[in-house]
């Protein structure tokens, strides 16, 4: 089982970008997913999280600017930004928790990460 996270780069202040994040491999399931953010010596956060039933939880430095969706056919998950400011920049991860075929658990997986850099 793979998370692969696509979508960052490089956007001025107030630009957009949209991350997405795609589960590969035998998958029997998939619960919650979400987007962690970790910028230069500082801990990694949470961004924004989505249930199995779509229920959303966004950190509040990005209420209102940041969108997670998922597509569960597609095992994908998405992130909208908007309005990027430079304290958003950072390597985003995706995280999710996934049953594999052939386990009775959920185990935790995350994604590569991506970079976002918002300039000034």
């Known amino acids: 089982v793979q998370l692969q996270a696509s979508g960052g780069g490089l956007v001025q202040a107030g630009g957009s970008l949209r991350l997405s994040c795609a589960a590969s491999?035998?998958?029997?399931?998939?619960?919650?997913m979400g987007w962690y953010r970790q910028a230069p010596e500082k801990e990694r956060e949470l961004v924004a999280a989505i249930s199995s039933t779509g229920r959303t939880n966004y950190a509040d430095s990005v209420k209102g600017r940041f969108t997670i969706s998922r597509a569960n056919a597609k095992k994908s998950m998405y992130l909208q930004m908007n309005s990027l400011k430079p304290e958003d920049t950072a390597v985003y991860y995706c995280?999710?928790?996934?049953?594999?075929?052939?386990?009775?658990?959920?185990?935790?997986?995350w994604g590569q990460g991506t970079q976002v850099t918002v300039s000034s």
């Open positions: 491999g035998s998958i029997f399931g998939i619960d919650s």
């Open positions: 995280n999710a928790g996934i049953t594999p075929i052939g386990s009775w658990s959920l185990h935790e997986y």
